[in-house]
């Protein structure tokens, strides 16, 4: 998934208050918050996401390998590292040495979650890697939906393309996700079957 | 302390884990519980020195080792009585309480009226999964009546617990519900709960997904509040009251003076207390 190309993200401090006549979308702005994100919010919300996706997947890692399952921890470690990399690369085309202070703090997202964030709750002890990739899936997924919805609120050009740029990042993803998981196979029916389960009461 | 990570400029949530791997079930709620919590303290930006975990027993009070602040997991249900005592030895540093509904409402039941009453200037965090999970499934206070496992046929038929009434009643000065799948949402609620002076206690709707998979659900269920918080005590036991139980936020936040009163600080000095032993 590492993918990501050469950003043409302008500088924040060539941000434009209002868009070029003509270039409005189609679709109103859903909301009003959003549509009024200035490009540095805009980043700085980028980053966000990914930085929780790379908390998110090393926890799940440290999940699986306190139950023994190794190789999904190494394939949560895997995507912690890739999403890693996008964090950097977004600070990098920003110029920032650091994150500002608006994403260390966390991000109230438009659901309880960050859009790249598999739930805790997906997880189970004896989840193979197809089970670990059908959940990033379904995170690029939502992160493709999430840009592209910041993309249609956006009021200034900048944003707009950065989201855009964004949005099609995410949807690489997905496709590389969706060939990694025609690599790895389907997992048999009976794939939770636990013959001395910790539940005795089912 | 558990091996704090090397000191940054910035605390960020990471300063405040140790380097040991929590052993919770994969998809347990407590996971994002910790990352709350971690998250509360890098926006407060305490040093993981001046803050103390404490805890009782059962799954979600395993959280003290899994931070890299002072910690002590304790005995079953006298988290309160542990914290109390620490914050009014040291009442300089950031005391959390934490715990299950099982260590909390039932064997600690009484430490948690009388915790909200004295209202000592700590955070009790309570991860509630409406089960014992660390024995395998038995009803706890906050299990639904109608509960149905082979430990309870047909359910308990036992009203459950409401404990944000119950800390209302009792006299908790600040009264929050949080939920485990809204990390960031919980972060800022625990953060607010510690600024606030007194007795603050934060209920946190944390999935058991092994003996309670039907709790996953509870990410379709729990909304914001829809109102702001309220320092009027019966408004806010109406709202506890006739609420569906997965309303999150603030839901009261009081001016009571916290123990001690008047400002009144009953710390000695370390020489001054051993002086009390002597003769």
Redesign the interface.
């Known amino acids: 998934m590492n993918t990501r190309k050469k950003p043409h993200v302008a500088p924040p401090a060539k941000e434009k208050s209002a868009e070029a006549p003509g270039a409005r979308a189609t679709q109103p702005p859903a909301d009003p918050e959003k549509a009024h994100l200035s490009l540095v919010e805009f980043m700085a919300q980028a980053w966000a996401m990914e930085a929780e996706a790379v ?1 998110r997947y090393g ?2 890692a ?6 023994n ?1 190794l190789e999904v921890a190494a394939m949560f470690r895997t995507m912690a590292q890739y999403e890693g990399k996008h964090a950097d690369q977004l600070l990098a085309e920003m110029g920032w040495s ?1 994150p500002p ?1 608006m994403a ?6 438009p659901s ?3 859009p790249e964030n598999v ?7 004896l ?1 193979q890697p197809w089970h670990a990739l059908e959940l990033a899936l379904a995170a690029e997924q939502q992160a493709e939906r999430f840009f592209g919805e910041l993309a249609r609120a956006a009021t200034t050009p900048s944003v707009r393309r950065a989201a855009l740029e964004l949005q099609e990042e995410e949807r690489e993803h997905v496709a590389l996700v969706k060939a990694w998981m025609e690599k790895v196979g389907k997992p048999d029916r009976d794939w939770a079957n636990d013959p001395d389960p ?4 089912e | 302390m558990n091996q704090p990570a090397p000191p940054t400029e ?1 605390l ?3 300063n405040y884990k140790s380097v040991y ?9 407590d ?2 519980v910790l ?1 709350s919590v971690t ?1 509360a303290l ?2 407060l930006q305490v040093p993981p020195h001046e803050v103390v975990v404490v805890s009782g027993i059962g799954c979600s009070s395993r959280i003290p080792a899994y931070t890299s602040c002072y910690g002590f997991h304790g005995v079953h249900g006298r988290a309160l009585a542990a914290a109390t005592g620490l914050k009014v030895a040291r009442p300089e540093l950031t005391v959390l309480a934490a715990g299950g509904d099982g260590d909390g409402y039932s064997i600690g039941g009484n430490h948690f009226l009388h915790a909200c009453r004295r209202n000592v200037d700590l955070t009790y965090i309570v991860m509630d999964n409406h089960v014992y999970g660390m024995t ?2 038995q009803a706890s206070p906050t299990t639904e009546p109608d509960w149905d ?3 309870s046929p047909g359910g308990t038929g036992i009203r459950a617990f409401n404990p944000l009434v119950i800390a209302l009643a009792s006299g908790a000065n600040f009264v929050a519900r949080a ?7 919980a ?2 609620i625990i953060a607010e709960g510690i600024r606030h002076p007194g007795f603050s206690f934060i209920e946190i709707l944390s ?1 058991c ?3 309670r998979p039907e709790q ?1 659900e509870w ?1 379709r269920q ?1 909304h914001h509040a829809p109102v702001a918080p309220t320092d009027d005590a019966a408004r806010a036991a109406r709202r506890i009251m006739t609420d569906d139980g997965f309303n999150i936020g603030v839901l009261y936040a009081g001016d009571r003076t916290p123990y001690p009163l008047n400002g009144r600080s009953p710390q000695l000095t370390p020489e001054q207390l051993a002086a009390e032993f002597q003769t």
């Open positions: 908390q926890e799940l440290d999940a699986m390998e306190a139950h399952n650091e202070i260390r703090s966390g991000f109230r997202w309880f979650e960050a739930p805790f709750e997906d997880l189970h002890y989840m910790p539940v005795h009461n | 910035v960020t949530a990471a791997k929590p052993i919770w079930c994969p998809g347990c709620g996971f994002s990352s998250k890098a926006i395998k499934g496992n082979k430990l939920f485990s799948g809204d990390p960031n949402g972060a800022q999935p997904v092994t003996f996953r990410k729990a």
